[in-house]
T-cell receptor
Framework: GAVVSQHPSWVICKSGTSVKIECRSL??????MFWYRQFPKQSLMLMATSNEGSKATYEQGVEKDKFLINHASLTLSTLTVTSAHPEDSSFYIC??????????????????FGPGTRLTVL | RKEVEQDPGPFNVPEGATVAFNCTYSNSASQSFFWYRQDCRKEPKLLMSVYSSGNEDGRFTAQLNRASQYISLLIRDSKLSDSATYLC??????????FGRGTSLIVHP
């Protein structure tokens, strides 16, 4: 299947600092990427949809000024957690969709997930 | 009613058992359906797509019931390595996919 990378895989930071997480599609172009957050023993919660060349679409309750998303190219989206606080500690996962229907390596609408970034804010 | 609902479990079964999970969805316009598997502290990985006619992949069988708006996953001859959380995903066309909260499966010796 298609490969999505995420960097860093884990980060520990002090309260008040900003953290940038990168999501890259390695062998396909992704006009749309998704950012999720997952707290322990809970489901993935969609935070925002990142669209290449345009503004991200945020889900209800997600502060766009706190979680800055940039999708500058067809293979890279970044999520910046600004002024992070301990309650922002979570597992952040990105995903990308290989838009080509009928692709030999993916089902239509299949998402490929990055390995996730574990953020701990002290 | 939540868009996608799953029994969180855990389902505790012995090796070799057959186990089935259901996932209900509320939007009758939903078009594509998937089962993902997520291991602890890892990202979800696609297990199988769910087709209208039902599909099978080795020990795994997925079915879709549009009339009752649910999908199912059947695992035969459970292995210890099947222990994981199984996530149901429902797409409304090309729109944003919706995840269920997952069903936890524990296979014990």
């Amino acid at each position: 299947g298609a490969v999505v990378s995420q960097h860093p895989s884990w980060v520990i930071c002090k309260s008040g600092t900003s953290v940038k997480i990168e999501c890259r599609s390695l062998d396909f172009q992704a006009t749309t990427m998704f950012w999720y957050r997952q707290f322990p023993k809970q489901s993935l919660m969609l935070m925002a949809t990142s669209n290449e060349g345009s503004k991200a679409t945020y889900e209800q309750g997600v502060e766009k000024d706190k979680f800055l998303i940039n999708h500058a190219s067809l293979t890279l989206s970044t999520l910046t957690v600004t002024s992070a606080h301990p309650e922002d500690s979570s597992f952040y996962i990105c995903s990308a969709r290989d838009q080509g229907s009928g692709s030999s390596r993916s089902s239509y609408n299949e998402q490929f997930f990055g390995p996730g970034t574990r953020l701990t804010v002290l | 009613r939540k868009e996608v609902e799953q029994d969180p479990g855990p389902f505790n079964v012995p090796e070799g058992a057959t186990v089935a999970f259901n996932c209900t969805y509320s939007n009758s316009a939903s078009q594509s359906f998937f089962w993902y598997r997520q291991d602890c502290r890892k990202e979800p990985k696609l297990l199988m797509s769910v087709y209208s006619s039902g599909n099978e992949d080795g020990r795994f069988t997925a079915q879709l019931n549009r009339a009752s708006q649910y999908i199912s996953l059947l695992i035969r001859d459970s292995k210890l390595s099947d222990s994981a959380t199984y996530l149901c995903v429902v797409n409304k066309g090309p729109r944003i996919p919706t995840f269920g909260r997952g069903t936890s499966l524990i296979v014990h010796p």
